[in-house]
């Protein structure tokens, strides 16, 4: 198995190089980003939040914080949109938000605010929004990543065993 890992990092490496020649230009604006974010001690994103940098950065976290922070303000300019529409978010999951609605002008109207945000964030570019899930019918969400039914069995049998658990109605 370590031959195949070897094999992948270098076919990773050939990739990196053949865009670092294709797009010089990225490659020199993410230089001189980092460069500038080491002597100003600081960086932020589009909208000004900052990421203070300690004595001693970690150059791949300057490399990753301009796409990361564009990530957060598309999602922080979405919700704070989002609520001003009266569609309002129930939570904020990672890269997506959580909301319920059984309207399906007001969804639609979501996707765009969500596409709106994240072409304002990107100076026109336009970026790709998705549905991941529709629940219907009094379902509720369920992640069924074998640790997240994991993490919610621990959860439930905590409830349970401090007594919280509510009664069931009719059984006996």
């Given at each position: 198995?370590?031959?195949?890992?070897?094999?992948?990092?270098?076919?990773?490496?050939?990739?990196?190089?053949?865009?670092?020649?294709?797009?010089?230009?990225?490659?020199?604006?993410?230089?001189?980003?980092?460069?500038?974010?080491?002597?100003?001690?600081?960086?932020?994103?589009?909208?000004?939040?900052?990421?203070?940098?300690?004595?001693?950065?970690?150059?791949?976290?300057?490399?990753?914080?301009?796409?990361?922070?564009?990530?957060?303000?598309?999602?922080?300019?979405?919700?704070?949109?989002?609520?001003?529409?009266?569609?309002?978010?129930?939570?904020?999951?990672?890269?997506?938000?959580?909301?319920?609605?059984?309207?399906?002008?007001?969804?639609?109207?979501?996707?765009?605010?969500?596409?709106?945000?994240?072409?304002?964030?990107?100076?026109?570019?336009?970026?790709g929004v998705d549905l991941d899930k529709r629940i219907e019918?009094?379902?509720?969400?369920?992640?069924?990543?074998?640790?997240?039914?994991?993490?919610?069995a621990t959860i439930m049998d905590t409830i349970e065993a401090?007594?919280?658990?509510?009664?069931?109605?009719?059984?006996?």
């Amino acid at each position: 198995m370590r031959g195949a890992s070897t094999v992948i990092r270098l076919i990773a490496s050939e990739i990196i190089q053949l865009h670092k020649r294709r797009y010089p230009r990225f490659w020199q604006w993410r230089a001189d980003a980092v460069q500038a974010a080491m002597f100003d001690r600081r960086i932020e994103s589009k909208y000004g939040w900052p990421l203070r940098i300690t004595h001693s950065p970690n150059k791949r976290t300057l490399y990753n914080f301009p796409p990361q922070s564009g990530g957060a303000e598309m999602l922080r300019l979405g919700t704070v949109r989002l609520v001003e529409a009266d569609i309002v978010p129930i939570m904020l999951i990672h890269d997506g938000i959580l909301f319920e609605e059984t309207e399906a002008e007001k969804i639609e109207h979501a996707i765009e605010i969500m596409r709106g945000a994240g072409r304002d964030v990107c100076d026109g570019f336009e970026i790709g929004v998705d549905l991941d899930k529709r629940i219907e019918g009094g379902d509720r969400y369920r992640d069924d990543r074998p640790m997240a039914k994991k993490m919610w069995a621990t959860i439930m049998d905590t409830i349970e065993a401090i007594g919280a658990m509510p009664e069931k109605k009719g059984v006996a």
